[in-house]
């Protein structure tokens, strides 16, 4: 039986007392910039979840009992906190007892929040007061010179680990973060992912920090030690604002048989799993799923969306999560926060397009080899700037067929730039693939060069065809035999998607 039960006054109190400003703009823009400099593939019409300082609030699972989804939300006890997400309290869950926060030569980290779950522990942590000409997503040099900085290397180099935090348990036991790419948050370095079992017994531990990342090396502190301490979340609880978990209706009909005729154009369809209506805005959890789907498919990623409110409102909505389709697999939720306040009464949740992404060579099993998704050109001893080559490939990927038409070498300076914010980083030569297909489609391909230190990629669309591919490496062109492997195709999904939540 639970017996902490704050009384509502004491809550509203509690909110008030933990009430968090936005994140200041400067902060936001240096996580901004630094996932922007890892090659991570990213669609600009969302915006990613800044980082900022919050404190945590326990909410009593009583204080929605009187609601009419209490019976839905005491499936599972999931909490939403802003700049995390959801939180789910089972098995024990611990988290940070208080902010911890440490100021050396003007500069301040704090350690914000701390969840330990039975297999992980969550952490994140920002840093203030770092100078622009000491920040390497500021600083002028940050660009040409990233070694200058924490955890920079040159384009091409292997990563190294210095701006990664550690933990030490009281046992002296260190905590590795997780770098199997299983956390999505861990492309932030500071919300690092440590898969460990903690003891329960452990209530202390110590971030362990060599160096800020990106903060220019020995003009700000070093070798940071910051201990903190845990507290055991009671059973029965919520932690931060109550989820209304969402049931679907049942379907009724009799599945069908594997025998029955596929259909011609795959159905999407999208599933409201759960809303959280808070004080400022609306959170919702959606997830989607295709019928007849080729085994290749890998992701349905969400590109425009927005809700109609009670008072007919058409509310944007911003997604919270990375574009990454092997971090989103088919059937994963995605998470939505309206810009504002919808009114009070139904929702209407509408994505107006979306886009599948094919990848045959890497689910499990592979639909495809990698000698069916290649081909080769001659590019000769002296490839030159300009010099063009008859292709006429033709690929079928899902039933979809495009043909890659010509090859042409290009330099960096032939390509749209404003997405590189680094500049080329020395991948100046290349090839730029045309590629036909049917234009309402909306197909995009990928493909990879088989050959040392190609890396850089674009796509383009020249309306309504081709699709423009280019991947760039460096120093020169590959010369002689070049292969080229399909790594994935997309299709743009334009079907209205919609799901109404009625409270």
Sequence with gaps: MNDFNPSPEFEEKVR???????????????????????????????????????????VALTLIASAPAAVNALKKIFGYVPGVGLVENSSGLRMLAEPASLTRDGVTLTITNVFVYQDRVELIY????????????????????????????????????????????PDGTILERDYTGKYPQNIFAMQPVYEAAI????????????????ARLGATPENWELPFSLVTVPAG?????????????VDEEPASSSTA??????????????????????????????????PSLISIMPQSAYVIDSLGQKIPLRGGFIWQPFEHKVGNAFEFVTESKPADGPLTIIVDQAIAYYMPLYTDPPQATSE????????????????????????TIAGYEFEITSAQAVTFSDIETPSFIDGSQGYDYGYQF????????????????????????????????PLLYTQLCRDEYPKGLVTVTVREMSVTLEDDLQVEWIP
């Design 16 to 58: 008030k007392a933990v009430d968090v400003p936005s994140a200041k703009p400067e902060f936001v823009n240096k996580l901004r910039n630094e996932l922007a400099r890892r090659p991570v593939k990213m669609k600009p019409r969302f915006i990613l979840k800044p980082v900022w300082a919050f404190a945590f609030v326990i």
């Design 126 to 169: 920002s840093v203030q007061g770092i100078a622009s000409e000491n920040d390497g997503t500021q600083a002028e040099d940050g660009i040409s010179n990233p070694t200058a900085f924490c955890g920079g290397v040159n384009p091409g180099e292997f990563m190294i680990t210095d701006g990664d935090a550690r933990l030490r348990l």
């Design 199 to 214: 003891p329960a017994d452990v209530t202390e531990m110590t971030f362990v920090l060599k160096c800020i990342p990106w």
């Design 237 to 249: 609880t919520i932690v931060g604002e109550p989820v209304i978990e969402v049931t679907q209706p």
């Design 261 to 294: 005729e596929p259909v011609s154009s795959p159905k999407v369809t999208m599933i409201l799993e759960r809303i959280v209506p808070t004080d400022s805005n609306t959170v919702l959890y959606v997830h989607f799923n295709m019928e007849n789907a080729d």
């Design 372 to 395: 069916e998704l290649s081909f080769t050109f001659d590019a000769g001893e002296n490839p030159q700037h300009g010099q063009v080559w008859n292709l006429n490939k033709i690929f």
């Design 434 to 465: 045309a590629v036909e297909s049917d234009p309402s489609l909306g197909l995009s391909v990928e493909m990879d060069i088989h050959a040392d230190k190609c890396w850089l990629s674009d796509v383009k669309t020249i309306s309504p065809s």
